[in-house]
T-cell receptor
């Protein structure tokens, strides 16, 4: 079974600074997707960024970028120029891309606090 | 485009009572998911539907949980009878193929408290 581990229950960063959230995963598959989701206090889960395992290039979306290390099964999220609106729970998630069942496997989440 | 709708947003019941949650996916989305998110944890998949057929229900506690998706659109998740450990947020998501991937869009969730 696949597992996703987020070892940082909570992280704090000053506004405008850079923060990195860590995620490791375990799978025996070679074809999969990895995601970072943001869940603000209102609870609506929002996709932040996606990485296809077959792509060597790290995904980037504006201020958000990932460091994908496939051999190490590591998938960290870097948020540059942190803003107050970035405060939320962040979840790392995995899905195998080779079958019809594609429910996400989530980590326990990291609570990100932005200090003004 | 309207998002995934869920109701009710909050529900408080006594243990051993029954409860039902409703989800209306984004129009045209063939795949629908129910997740359970216990406080302090990430969401856990309960069941996945493709149209009105079940794709994966391996983590659904079938002795007390049931779900249906009649006509391949709306879905209902039921718990009967509820236990204290069922207190959680129940998230519904729907998906469509985007750039080769089945991107999931989440609803606001239903927060269930079992007393």
């Amino acid at each position: 079974a696949q597992t996703v581990t987020q070892s940082q229950p909570e992280m704090s960063v000053q506004e405008a600074e850079t923060v990195t959230l860590s995620c490791t995963y375990d799978t025996s598959e070679s074809d999969y997707y990895l995601f970072w989701y943001k869940q603000p206090p209102s609870r609506q889960m929002i996709l932040v960024i996606r990485q296809e395992a077959y792509k060597q290039q790290n995904a980037t979306e504006n201020r958000f970028s990932v460091n994908f290390q496939k051999a190490a099964k590591s998938f960290s999220l870097k948020i540059s120029d942190s803003q107050l609106g970035d405060a939320a729970m962040y979840f790392c998630a995995y899905v195998y891309s080779g079958g019809g069942a594609d429910g996400l496997t989530f980590g326990k989440g990291t609570h990100l606090i932005i200090q003004p | 485009e309207a998002g995934v709708a869920q109701s009710p947003r909050y529900k408080i019941i006594e243990k051993r009572q029954s409860v039902a949650f409703w989800c209306n996916p984004i129009s045209g989305h063939a795949t629908l998911y129910w997740y359970q998110q216990i406080l302090g944890q990430g969401p856990k998949l309960l069941i996945q539907f493709q149209n009105n057929g079940v794709v994966d229900d391996s983590q659904l506690p079938k002795d007390r949980f049931s779900a249906e998706r009649l006509k391949g659109v709306d879905s209902t998740l039921k718990i009967q009878p509820a236990k204290l450990e069922d207190s959680a947020v129940y998230l519904c998501a729907s998906s469509s193929w985007t750039s080769g991937y089945n991107e999931q869009f989440f609803g606001p969730g239903t927060r269930l408290t079992v007393l």
